[in-house]
């Protein structure tokens, strides 16, 4: 049995983690708390307000995509290393990335950035299919099998440089990069959908601002958001003289 929540059960998608399964019944009440009060005190108490967000992310056990020296820590209000120099990032802001892509059920989304595979989990149970781009072959695998365990079946990880896209499955509904980028990654902006957007962390390396565009008319606009602060973005289209692995 799977998650079916949000809007990708509104789309009949059935696909997602087993909630019967022995490693979530054996934490199934401490966990299940756990994400409760982090959808209250951390999101809602925010100003996140799209219930098909706060659902996915009440019923995704973030534990288990953390290190298993962090998942005590799983639900604190920060982001946590999940190596590599990487990190799984703070709940709030993978909730604020997600509301402002405004997924629909058939939409079919493009990440950037895949690490543990958080955010995929989260964007699979509100969209039909989620393509996602790691850059360094660890996390691309560890990722893809965790996924595939936890049974998100919705969602593809492949590995290569992100800051390009992933052309073979274009367009893309939505975009989400999960790094930070000195501008918006060109190619990504080519590969939205009509009536697409794409979300991104944009600015300096210590400092980056939420950045939304929006296709419409094959034309795209852009809206500024909050502030923020993500690792940085690699490859091509990404930061230059940065070490890929």
Not at 173 to 186: G, M, N, R, S, Y
Request: aromatic residues 6%; negative net charge.
């Amino acid at each position: 049995m799977g998650i079916t929540c949000g809007r990708a059960a509104e789309a009949g998608n059935a696909d997602g983690i087993d909630m019967n399964s022995t490693s979530t019944n054996e934490r199934g009440d401490e966990s299940r708390e756990a994400r409760q009060c982090m959808v209250a005190m951390q999101l809602r108490r925010r100003g996140i307000k799209d219930e098909c967000v706060l659902e996915a992310m009440s019923r995704i056990p973030r534990e288990e995509f953390v290190p298993p020296e962090s998942r005590q820590r799983a639900y604190e209000d920060e982001p946590l290393a999940i190596g590599g120099g990487q990190t799984i990032s703070q709940p709030y802001m993978v909730a604020v990335m997600t509301a402002t892509l405004q997924l629909k059920p058939t939409d079919k989304v493009l990440e950037i950035g895949t690490g543990c595979g958080y955010q995929a989990a989260i964007l699979s149970c509100l969209s039909k299919e989620v393509y996602s781009v790691e850059i360094r072959p660890e996390l691309a695998r560890s990722a893809a099998e965790r996924l595939q365990e936890l049974g998100f079946a919705n969602v593809h990880v492949h590995c290569g440089d992100g800051s390009a896209g992933l052309a073979e499955f274009a367009p893309y509904d939505a975009i989400v990069v999960t790094a930070a980028a000195p501008l918006l990654p060109e190619p990504l902006q080519q590969q939205l959908a009509e009536g697409g957007r794409l979300v991104a962390p944009v600015g300096d390396p210590s400092h980056q601002n939420l950045v939304c565009a929006r296709k419409r008319a094959n034309a795209i606009s852009y809206e500024w958001h909050e502030g923020c602060r993500f690792v940085p973005l690699v490859g091509r289209f990404g930061w230059k003289g940065l070490d890929l692995l």
